[in-house]
């Protein structure tokens, strides 16, 4: 081969009887490695890959198949990795820490918003059975201009060809809620279409639509569709999600559809117990409505088994500059961890005693210690079939685990009270303080 030149190479092989990659239960990779020496001499180059043998199908009324059966993809939305004093230079540890807090809870999905990531998220993800929707850079609005054509086609050619083999990746996100429906949007995103089917023909693309008709022009571009949906947060209630997805179902019944974002605000200083719906753009939002939302919304989700994929707005917060809202400027708090990954939010338990296959109980509102009335709720998320309670030693005994809560209404003492909850050899405990003259 020339100094400076390109040479192809076409190789087959044959595996007879294939591991498959299936998935949280069974992320089996393959080793592969290319090296390139000079003839006869020693070798100048090697690369080492893993890859994963699986198939991916989106079915309109069956969701997803792995390897031809149906399989729940379930998980949040996530932005680069962000640390304290490092921003998002962070290191792989940084990385492998946040996919530890990932799979505790139970993900079989994320979606890498709204960009390319790096390259050692999407091998954590191949080695953890996570299925990912990764995605172009096309967000808000789309310029006219031919540079910008031209940009997006390499970042897309790039997207494709970085990430080709990894088996993880299933589907090619080609834009998220780009409110001006108009021409140049609409000839960007079919030629965006275009392009990565000519790169990855094996692989659907998906839009993320907001703010307009499942049916609109919008739409009506890419191989699957997905809706970013906020009610009880932004607007209508909790309720209205079920409808709403039922009705895009009815809307276009051959087309795959998904849930790509959906979530509500919360900080971890912020307590109400019970909760009032807050305003969205407020410097008001308790944590424990947060989970309150999360709670209606899975309940609707599952019942919708033709969606191929449900993501939370977001796994973890993060920074958003325009925003003055909740208990700290500039941050975006749907995140189920708090940004500085210190904090795991009610809500974030909420989805680990529905997802996650490890025994697991855990007491809600733990944050509310100041209390004022003395009859409230103690509430539990757990994946075990019963729950035993104590407060202040006097044990309350075991109630049934309903649809992953357990729930007992207690009277507090005057001053410290502590708060035990059972399940089998798993415990959890937090100690809440009544005010001295509370009712």
Known sequence: MPAHGVAPADMDAVLAAPHLWQGVDDPYLYTSDVTVARAGGAPLDRVDDEVGVRTVRLDPERGLLLNGRPYRVHGVNVHLTWAPGKGTAVADADIDADYRILEDLGVTGLRFAHYQHNAHSYALADRNGILVWTELPLTSEVGASAAFAANAAQQARELVRQNFNHPSVFVWGLGNEIYKVDDVSGRLLDAMQKLVHDEDPSRPTVYANCCAPLDGPQAMHTDAIASNVYFGWYDKEFADLAPFLASNHALRPHTPEALSEYGAGASAQQQEDPPRRPVANSRWHPEQYQALYHEAAWRQIEAAPWLWATFVWTGFDFASSGRNEGAATGINDKGLVSMDRQVRKDAYYWYQANWSKKPMVYITSRRAVRRTVADVEVKVYSNQPGVRLRVNGVDLGEKAVDGHIARWQVRLAPGA???????????????????????
């Open 417 to 439: 009270n502590r708060i035990e909850a059972q399940a089998g050899a798993l415990a959890d405990d937090v100690e809440w303080n009544l005010a001295p003259g509370s009712q």
